[in-house]
């Protein structure tokens, strides 16, 4: 009787959730603000129409109070959209939902029986570990574009600092060492510098923009490092250089402690192998002594 109702009750919250995102819903005004205010890339992105699988996961995460938008900033940068984001949300939680259960079944036609309480506690684990998933895997591919940021900028800085040593301008200088590199990071250097050109404001202004919606610390601190060696009729070669070396010098530190944590991760097969091995030996001897002192027949 009780697992009836829960099964009665599971379906008729499914019923309701996908009526929820099917009716089509005022967007609210916090999240269209939101996306106005947020720097866009020049190139045009296509909104998704009202039956596409991704704006209706998004609508079925909106109906329980779970909104995409927390991490818009970090899926701009990996070029992905909220859409997307939401319906591998949705797909985790399904597939960890059904994974035990499917287990459990194929057991059973085989005649082997799982509990049905540890069946259920499995798949609610599993569905809350796929659930998550998409959001610790996002984490990790925004600190490697991060990471490859840092390395583009370190590496710009110097053909910066090359073409001011060869008697550039510092504009010239600025356009030219980011029309040399390719990739990602010198992507986002060339849109910013576009930007700044297009609306009268400074690169050290666009460069703290960056930093700011890239999260990295290094460019914001650069763009007021420079502006103000700018403003003040400092060497802004120096600074370039300066904030160059540092860079190199954090990332140093990084490959270094990466280094050194997967030398420590390394040593986890051996230590398991090894314990293996002194069971495998150990085993013989144990199995000798209990059964010498173990009653006779």
């Known amino acids: 009787m009780i697992v009836t109702l829960l099964l009665g009750g599971g379906v008729g919250l499914g019923i309701w959730l996908c009526a929820r995102a099917a009716l089509t819903r005022p967007e609210p005004v916090s999240a269209v603000l939101a996306r106005l205010d947020r720097q866009q890339t020049p190139r045009d992105r296509v909104e998704p129409s009202a039956t596409d699988p991704g704006a209706i996961a998004r609508r079925l995460l909106a109906a329980v109070g779970i909104s995409s938008d927390a991490h818009i900033s970090d899926l701009d940068m990996i070029d992905r959209t909220s859409e997307r984001h939401a319906l591998d949300k949705l797909l985790g939680l399904l597939a960890g939902l059904l994974g035990p259960i499917l287990v459990a079944a194929a057991l059973g036609a085989t ?73 990602w990071g010198y992507a986002q250097i060339r849109q910013a510098l576009t930007r700044a050109r297009l609306t009268g404001r400074t690169p050290w202004d666009a460069f703290a923009d960056l930093g700011d919606r890239l999260a990295v610390n290094e460019l914001a601190e650069l763009g007021a490092n420079v502006s103000l060696a700018g403003s003040h009729g400092a060497r802004i070669r120096a600074s370039l250089a300066a904030k160059a070396d540092t860079l190199r010098g954090h990332q140093i530190a990084e490959t270094e402690a990466s280094a050194e944590s997967a030398t420590e991760r390394m ?13 495998f030996i150990a085993y013989p001897a144990v199995q000798q002594i209990t059964d010498v002192g173990g009653p006779t027949p």
């Open 111 to 183: 005649g082997i029986s799982l509990p049905i309480g540890f069946v259920a506690l499995a798949a609610v684990a599993f569905a809350g570990g796929g659930f998550v998933l998409p959001d610790l895997t996002l984490r990790d591919e925004v600190e490697r574009r991060r990471r490859a940021f840092r390395h583009a900028l370190s590496s710009y800085l110097d053909l910066v600092n090359v073409l001011l040593a060869g008697g550039a301008g510092i504009e010239t200088a600025l356009h030219a060492a980011a029309e040399a590199g390719d990739g």
């Open 267 to 279: 040593t986890i097969p051996v230590a398991v192998l090894l314990f293996g091995f002194l069971v």
